[in-house]
């Protein structure tokens, strides 16, 4: 990348003696070859951090599927034993216990986390960054109701920064970008980015469909975040229907931002106790748990990208009592694993989770609405509590819902940020 360098010059004002000279800093001359090579260095980065990511998380989810089988993978409830159960995920629990053992700052730090941290001037600090990203990896393989998004990005932000020393934020923030291509939209990684002062405008596009293609070059995740695709669209044609609709995603809207008040308080509450810093061997009891949901709650565990078409169509019969039960107890585990050295992403989850929840309050109360326009309802409540941004929470949630109760969607997201700003 050209470095600009200003010219400084002294100029004298107008108005004679006693008039002191004006200091004036020409901006730097603008060269249309440098735009040009940015773009293409940024699209190269996007295209390595998509490949990155893809290889490292493929890879963990292969052995996420030989621990616990192949019915995990297609959205389904494992097969295992209770005793398998709390073997492997306490074994686990034992391996990030010893991990993050009396090192402060060496637990996989959330997606927020390491954007906030690249903004610093001192910029990304690596120095456990090849712990982070291995207890990051332990967490998804031991079944932790965790996302892979936190993995993605701080793997890819360590490699980018080892390789450029730093030297090149815009570039390490492009391989970010381009790392979220998992997501299947190229506006994910911009509307992550959005707002931050890297002045990305042209350099976050071309790294997020450099990932895109990075991920297809190494034919990683083909069906994370897939969504509900493959499933009918609901959408009511009659006008009354249409006005339950309205109403059903106003109420489910107001249930989405109950759900993410709940998991945000019980997050701020577990971080109060600051349970792993006074037990270090906390995570081996977080992993015993999460072994003890994996077989008597089936929605609790996992990231749960591909648990959501299932219950779409009704491949799981789950009666409504236990689908709304296994949603919260899915919601206090995202919050408990990340407070406890259990360490990833909390989209798929959370989404996961409050869609589930969604579609239990319509079998409560199935004469108005759909059950698009419940579950699109509640994720779009609670995404506006625990994201910052709402352009990002609609990009996620239109993602990963594949359009599926879209109008339900932002008006859930629109009741949630009244209720927040009103708070």
């Not at 406890?340 to 989770?353: D, E, H, K, S």
Request: glycine share 14%; net charge positive; hydrophobic share 50%.
């Amino acid at each position: 990348m050209h470095q600009h360098r200003a010219c400084i010059s002294i100029r004298p004002t107008q108005g004679g003696v006693g008039h002191r000279p004006l200091l004036v800093i020409d901006p730097p001359p603008t060269q249309p070859r440098s735009l040009l090579e940015g773009t293409a260095r940024s699209l190269l980065a996007g295209a390595a951090g998509g490949g990155l990511a893809a290889l490292v998380v493929s890879s963990t989810l292969m052995l996420q599927k030989w621990i616990w089988g192949a019915s995990v993978e297609r959205g389904l409830p494992n097969d295992r034993s209770l005793l398998w159960c709390l073997a492997w995920s306490g074994a686990i629990g034992v391996a990030l216990s010893l991990l993050q053992r009396h090192r402060s700052n060496s637990a996989l730090p959330e997606m927020s986390e390491t954007l906030a941290e690249l903004r610093e001037p001192e910029g990304l600090n690596t120095h456990h960054g090849l712990r982070q990203v291995i207890g990051g990896m332990l967490a998804l393989i031991g079944g932790g109701a965790l996302g892979p998004e936190a993995l993605m990005t701080r793997l890819v932000a360590v490699a980018s920064h080892a390789v450029w020393k730093g030297a090149d934020r815009d570039l390490v923030a492009a391989a970010m970008a381009g790392s979220l291509g998992l997501f299947r939209s190229p506006l994910v990684g911009g509307a992550a980015l959005a707002g931050r002062q890297w002045q990305l405008i042209w350099r976050w596009l071309p790294g997020t469909i450099g990932g895109v293609a990075g991920f297809v070059a190494f034919h990683g995740l083909s069906d994370l975040g897939g969504g509900m695709r493959g499933v009918a669209y609901a959408w009511p044609t009659d006008p009354s229907q249409r006005l339950g609709a309205l109403l059903a995603a106003m109420v489910a809207g107001l249930a989405g931002w109950l759900v993410g008040q709940l998991i945000k308080r019980w997050r701020q509450w577990l971080h109060h106790q600051k349970l792993l810093q006074r037990f270090w061997w906390i995570p081996i009891g977080t992993g015993l748990l999460i072994g003890l949901c994996l077989w008597g709650l089936p929605l609790a565990g996992f990231s749960g990208e591909n648990q959501l078409k299932p219950l779409v169509l009704n491949e799981w019969s789950l009666d409504t009592s236990v689908l709304v039960l296994s949603a919260l107890a899915k919601l206090l585990m995202v919050g408990l694993c990340l407070e406890t050295g259990w360490r990833g992403g909390q989209f798929f989850p959370v989404i996961l989770a409050s869609s589930a929840l969604g579609m239990g309050l319509h079998q409560w109360i199935p004469w108005i609405g759909s059950i698009d326009t419940w579950s699109a309802g509640v994720v779009g409540g609670c995404l506006a509590v625990l994201l910052n941004s709402p352009l990002l929470g609609l990009t996620l949630g239109l993602t990963l819902l594949q359009g599926h109760g879209a109008g339900a969607l932002v008006i859930g997201l629109l009741v949630g940020l009244i209720l927040q700003r009103r708070r």
